[in-house]
């Protein structure tokens, strides 16, 4: 008798622990899938994002503790970017950690609650640098990360936030300005025109600065056949020319969209302390913009954008058609 009183003793137990163990695990299944990595594994406007944070074993990080700030590109803004599929970010290899790392913040950051400034320093959960933006357009609030927009702000998980983002942001390559001229294939008669006039020593510096730098297809359309021609050019003379394509503080396009009022028109003073015209473009939908035109008082025609926000160390690169010209 006292023996069966005693078996059933422990098969009560052994219940009992089972019970507790199976409630503990439940416990901890329903907190892990309020994470952040399986929020984001289980969102289908972001399925491009998760394959890159799968490949790079970075959801598994999104399943820990935290906090985390998660800036979650859509598929549109990967589809735009180039990435039409999951091959195609696999495609990527070994450059894919930098680029999903960079989309990562370690802490908690509702960034509609930072002030009203432009290009915010914050800093990845790898320490590298971006530039977040908390504005008022027409009454409605604008938040952008290195000129991208956030177009869902605050998606919380219980490990921290996720905030939607309408481009893909592309980490800094390079310490400066100049080191990422040097390195375009589309900027050789810009990059010649900064060595030969001195100017190279100024973008290699603190800055920030922003570079309006034209293409060799530009250059050559104003009479510069080749670099030789460039480095055969009066230093004071080029020196002259490129002060009218530079100017101190870090720039955006997002930030001449923000900034321009009703009229679309606005000026930026550069290097030299004379303006640009900056016109807004109109967008697909009415009272939004695809982005801006520059224009020198010397230009008969504004200039175009070729390639936008191009993120360095010590300020932004943007590349232009045309040499700004001014008026005399």
């Known amino acids: 008798m006292h023996l069966c009183k005693r078996l059933l003793f422990c098969s009560l137990l052994t219940v009992v622990f089972v019970m507790s163990g199976c409630k503990k695990d439940a416990g901890t299944v329903s907190g892990r899938a309020n994470r952040l990595g399986f929020i984001l594994g289980n969102n289908f406007n972001l399925t491009l994002f998760n394959v890159g944070l799968t490949y790079t074993h970075y959801s598994d990080t999104l399943l820990q503790t935290g906090p985390y700030t998660v800036l979650a590109p859509s598929d549109k803004a990967f589809q735009a970017a180039g990435y039409a599929n999951a091959v195609a970010m696999q495609a990527l290899g070994a450059k894919l950690w930098p ?11 509702p960034l509609d609650q930072l002030p009203f400034q432009f290009n915010q320093e914050l800093r990845t959960l790898g320490g590298a640098s971006m530039y977040v933006t ?21 998606q919380p998980g219980s490990n921290g936030l996720i905030q939607v983002l309408d481009q893909v942001l ?18 050789t008669f810009f990059n010649a025109a900064l060595l030969r006039s001195g100017m190279a020593v100024t973008l290699q510096g603190k800055g920030p600065y922003t570079v309006f730098a034209p293409t060799n297809e530009a250059f050559k359309a104003l009479g510069f056949p080749s670099a030789d021609s460039i480095n055969q050019t009066d230093p004071s003379v080029l020196a002259g020319m490129l002060n009218f394509h530079i100017l101190t503080g870090r720039r955006f396009i997002n930030d001449y969209i923000l900034t321009t009022d009703g009229s679309k028109v606005s000026k930026q003073a550069m290097l030299n302390g004379n303006n640009v015209t900056i016109k807004l473009l109109a967008g697909s939908t009415p009272g939004s913009y695809s982005g801006i035109s520059l224009q020198g008082s010397g230009n008969i025609v504004p200039a175009s954008l070729v390639a936008t926000n191009v993120l360095a160390g010590n300020g932004v690169l943007h590349c232009i058609d045309q040499v700004l010209k001014e008026q005399y």
């Open 99 to 109: 680029l999903m790392s960079y989309h990562i913040l370690g802490g908690y950051y």
């Open 170 to 187: 592309s980490p800094s390559l390079y310490g400066t300005v100049q080191g990422a001229i040097g390195a375009d294939p589309r900027l």
């Open 134 to 154: 908390h504005w008022i357009k027409n009454k409605d609030t604008v938040i952008t990360i290195n000129g991208a927009r956030v177009v869902s702000v605050n």
